[in-house]
């Protein structure tokens, strides 16, 4: 069983910025980690990916050039710098991870991850 513990949320002004951090209390080589959000009265939608040994990453459209993914396997840590932030980032932020080796197009697919943080709030506002 692996716990996954996000920190970091918070209130931020438009234009401002905030790191999350997932800690997870195990993983593998293979394994995808990714983030998620879902705004209130929405769906869960998928932010950013990676594996903890590869140097591949996927980000949505939508925050592609303001969000960075990134991790520190010493740690078993990921990170997402958001900058630029908008209100429409107004969201619970959520760290997930799968286990087992998957093809890259798939880590989009929420259905895909064995285990789920709580989730950290992120208010954007204007």
């Known amino acids: 069983q692996v716990q996954l513990v996000e920190s970091g949320g918070g209130l931020v002004q438009v234009g401002g910025s905030l790191r999350l951090s997932c800690a997870a209390s195990?993983?593998?080589?293979?394994?995808?980690m990714a983030w998620f959000r879902q705004a209130p009265g929405k769906e869960r939608e998928f932010v950013s990916a990676l594996t903890w040994g590869g140097g591949s990453m996927v980000y949505a459209d939508s925050v592609k050039g303001r969000f960075t993914m990134s991790r520190d396997n010493a740690k078993n840590t990921v990170y997402l710098q958001m900058n630029t932030l908008r209100s429409e980032d107004t969201a619970r932020y959520y760290c997930a991870m799968r286990t087992q080796r998957i093809i890259l197009g798939a880590w989009r697919n929420q259905d895909v991850y064995d285990y789920w943080g709580q989730g950290t709030q992120v208010t954007v506002s204007s």
């Open positions: 195990g993983r593998g080589s293979n394994s995808v």
